[in-house]
């Protein structure tokens, strides 16, 4: 069966660092990949999507890799602030219109 | 202001009881969706809708049942059968259907009493 896995449940970093999460999937040929962001109590908001022909993707202090051969996705979060604690969702998406999978999610905490 | 509006923010339900959370989009998305999500589990859908009048199970439908009378409406009703309901409910949109990027509302906590 599909199955969609992030590295961890928690994550804790100090400011400034670099903070990475994994995403790894298996039995599965996504077509493209989201990142969400969840805040406690409140519904994801939508990060970044990388389709299966790119390899990374950026946005401000955002940046998504996506290797179909390893079927990992990295996502980084460079010069991390206290701001960045939260949730962050994996999910993948095909081509063929099924509906999103998504992962358990990683909560970052980033101390000051 | 474009978005998903969700109620209510909490809702209380007593055994046997069926309830209703309501789920309303201006955006003019054509999908609609609801999850619920558990400590640990992730997200889970229930039940998803790419056009008006039609919908389709997901993955933990049992329990739970829906409608789509309106393209802008997506009302979940939790069911006496379903014999564990507490959980965050979210409902999401897509602009046409699903695998897209989704819009998600601010979410029900339901709780038993």
């Known amino acids: 069966s599909q199955k969609i896995e992030q590295n961890s449940e928690a994550l804790n970093i100090q400011e400034g660092k670099t903070a990475t999460l994994t995403c790894n999937y298996t039995n599965y040929s996504p077509a493209y990949l989201q990142w969400y962001r969840q805040d406690p109590g409140r519904g994801p908001v939508f990060l970044l999507l990388i389709r299966e022909n790119e390899k990374e993707k950026r946005k401000e202090r955002l940046k998504v890799t996506f290797d179909t051969t390893l079927k990992q996705s990295l996502f980084h979060i460079t010069a991390s602030q206290p701001a960045d604690s939260a949730t962050y969702l994996c999910a993948l998406g095909s081509q063929a219109g099924t509906a999103l999978i998504f992962g358990k999610g990683t909560t970052l905490s980033v101390s000051s | 202001d474009g978005g998903i509006t969700q109620s209510p923010k909490y809702l209380f339900r007593k055994e046997g009881q069926n309830v209703t959370l309501s789920c309303e989009q201006n955006?003019?998305?054509?999908?609609m969706y609801w999850y619920r999500q558990d400590p640990g589990q992730g997200l889970r859908l229930i039940y998803y809708?790419?056009?008006?009048?039609?919908?389709q199970k997901g993955d933990i439908a049992e329990g739970y049942s829906v409608s789509r009378e309106k393209k802008e409406s997506f009302p979940l009703t939790v069911t006496s059968a379903q014999k564990n309901p507490t959980a965050f409910y979210l409902c999401?949109?897509?602009?046409?259907?699903?695998?897209?990027?989704?819009?998600f509302g601010p979410g029900t906590r339901l709780l038993v009493l």
């Open positions: 999401a949109s897509s602009r046409h259907g699903p695998g897209e990027t989704q819009y």
């Open positions: 809708s790419q056009i008006v009048n039609d919908f």
């Open positions: 955006l003019n998305h054509d999908a």
